[in-house]
């Protein structure tokens, strides 16, 4: 069934945008990833201007995140205060984000630059969460407790910021300088690259701050929902790039997605899934930087001046 | 209504005046062109169109139709002027390194002749009248070298060409005992919205005799355009429209699922 979408300016089959939410729904309900990562580069390579993809995915993990949130609220899942810094720094980020883009813009490298920023992080994030969950499930398979995730319980930079803050559900007392600044990272990644930036918070939680595993993926999606929400507004507002028919299309898939990954998440033991999502994103960079290197179909490309 | 029904009146009577100086000559014969559709709308199941071109050949004084009558129709979007890049592999990796800028691009453009076009007509016609894709002017604004801007002026097409918006269908018009013609031109699904412009043009021993304009609109109608229009005049409620319905979807789907109890 094909349906024409009015801001994109071309026609897909609806089908298969569902299914691509639904797919990006289940790894968001498992993983606490808005799933962003994989939308918006296979939406660009079904045919949607990249500028309508990364607007409209942005649109479509508001949704997604709503569900898991409020799944992961009822089991406290969710530290709010953590969630409010992360949120106010990534307000900011995708501000400074908005101007970067369009400064890319005028320079013609925002394509490679936004190839670029996927492949270093997702190979870096990639790459360390095989490993720790390598370790882990190796050590489960040998009878032993799992390593500690953290080896230092608080990273020496981050103990040496000023004015502590005690995050209760994090289980930490540390600067909220620190989230502060991690929060307007991933806001401009998700201004740049339509992510919400759930797969750098996540790690970035993890493994930098010690938060409590219990709190990651709720706290996660928490600010995902807020930054992707202000992200569709200032795409609304500067680019005029948000489709409402693709991002509903994704949303139907996607919302029922992470209902149905929530639900499997609760079957596969977390290390095993970790290994999965640091699969998937290898895969991804991998697949990125290939797409660098070899020679691309369209050596020209047009902008309207 | 009836400022509408005037205009379009009014439309064969300004065809007929741009054609008055070459019937002037008298002797040539004159073109009577329709096309079947003057507004395409483009909806939520627009998957393309075809349009349909035809008409009559009217020979002056009751000769007998010309059997060597050849038609070219030629469709045009409106132009834009673009700025082309050119990739490069710069330290192992494909970057944009150099551009160039065209002052006026058609956005879409579409000939169908009766014939290959290299034995239509002379070269040097064939660029007067912008028949053939190779034959556009797309108005280089570097002042590169000429074998540079012809570089970016192929890839360009190139581009072009491989999404549809640029074709040539030889052979896609009839022409029926010299006296009828008819072309059926696809119109691809990407089609830019806004005001087309259809150049029949009558054909004879490589020379150009006669030629008819018509105009057609393309549009998004309906909720598609409702969609376009809000996004561009109220971005503002248009966003918080996007976060509302996706907040709602989110909420409803987890309310289904029976995640949310009371």
Redesign the interface.
């Known amino acids: 069934m094909h349906l024409y979408l009015p801001i994109a300016g071309l026609s897909v089959n609806a089908l298969v945008i569902v299914l691509l939410g639904g797919a990006v729904g289940i790894l968001s309900g498992m993983f606490g990833v808005g799933g962003g990562f994989l939308t918006t580069p296979l939406l660009i390579f079904y045919g949607v201007p990249p500028a309508v993809a990364v607007a409209s995915s942005a649109t479509q993990i508001t949704g997604t995140s709503v569900s898991g949130v409020l799944a992961h609220s009822r089991r406290q899942g969710v530290d709010f205060r953590m969630g409010m810094v992360l949120v106010t720094g990534g307000a900011v980020g995708s501000l400074a984000g908005g101007f970067l883009f369009r400064l890319l813009q005028k320079t013609g490298q925002i394509d490679t630059i936004i190839n670029l920023l996927y492949v270093a992080l997702l190979g870096w994030i990639g790459l360390a969460m095989a490993r720790e969950s390598v370790r882990a499930v190796l050590a489960a398979r040998e009878g032993k407790a799992p390593p500690p995730i953290t080896n230092v319980r608080h990273r020496k930079w981050i103990a040496a910021l000023p004015f502590r803050w005690r995050f209760y559900g994090a289980g930490l007392y540390i600067s909220p300088l620190a989230p502060l600044l991690l929060g307007f990272v991933t806001g401009l990644l998700t201004v740049l690259m339509g992510v919400s930036g759930g797969f750098v918070l996540v790690p970035a939680m993890l493994y930098l701050f010690g938060v409590s595993a219990r709190v990651v993926v709720g706290t996660s999606l928490f600010q995902g929902l807020f930054v992707t929400a202000t992200t569709t507004l200032v795409h609304s507002l500067t680019t005029h790039a948000v489709d409402l028919v693709l991002a509903g299309l994704l949303l139907i898939g996607s919302v029922i997605g992470a209902q149905i990954g929530s639900a499997m998440v609760q079957r596969v033991r977390p290390e095993r899934a970790r290994m999965m999502l640091a699969l998937i994103v290898m895969a991804v960079a991998i697949r990125m930087a290939i797409g660098l290197t070899w020679r691309p179909d369209a050596i020209y490309t047009v902008q309207l001046l | 209504m009836s400022a509408r029904f005037s205009a379009r009146r009014r439309r064969p009577l300004l065809a007929l005046i741009a054609c008055l100086p070459l019937l002037i000559g008298a002797s040539e014969p004159r073109l009577v062109p329709d096309v079947s559709n003057t507004q395409i709308d483009?909806?939520?199941?627009?998957?393309?169109a075809e349009l349909l071109l035809f008409g009559a050949i009217l020979y002056p004084g009751g000769r007998a139709p010309a059997p060597d009558t050849d038609v070219a129709v030629v469709i045009k979007g409106p132009a834009?002027?673009?700025?082309?890049?050119?990739?490069a592999?710069v330290a192992?990796?494909?970057?944009?390194h150099a551009?160039e800028?065209f002052r006026s691009v058609p956005s879409f453009y579409a000939v169908a002749t009766s014939r290959p076009l290299d034995r239509l007509v002379s070269p040097r016609t064939a660029a007067i009248y912008e028949i053939g894709i190779d034959n556009l002017l797309l108005s280089p604004a570097n002042g590169a070298s000429a074998s540079e801007q012809a570089r970016?002026e192929s890839?360009?097409i190139?581009?072009k060409r491989?999404t549809g918006l640029y074709a040539e269908h030889v052979g896609g018009v009839s022409v029926r005992e010299g006296v009828l013609y008819r072309a059926l031109v696809p119109i691809p699904?990407?089609v830019?919205?806004g005001q087309y412009t259809a150049e029949t043009y009558l054909i004879r021993n490589g020379h150009v005799v006669a030629v008819a304009t018509r105009e057609i609109s393309i549009g998004?109608s309906g909720?598609?355009?409702f969609?376009?229009q809000a996004?561009?005049d109220y971005?503002?409620l248009?966003?918080?429209?996007?976060?509302l319905?996706?907040?709602l979807?989110?909420?409803?789907?987890?309310l289904?699922?029976g995640?949310?109890r009371r």
Not at chain 2, 80 to 87: F, M, Y
Not at chain 2, 238 to 243: D, K, M, R, T, V
Request: no cysteine.
């Open positions: 483009i909806a939520y199941s627009f998957t393309g834009e002027p673009l700025l082309v890049r050119e990739k592999k192992g990796i494909w970057i944009n551009s800028r970016f890839g360009l190139d581009l491989s699904a990407r830019p919205v998004k909720f598609e355009r969609v376009a996004a561009q971005p503002a248009y966003g918080l429209a996007a976060i319905a996706s907040l979807m989110g909420f409803g789907a987890a289904a699922f995640r949310v």
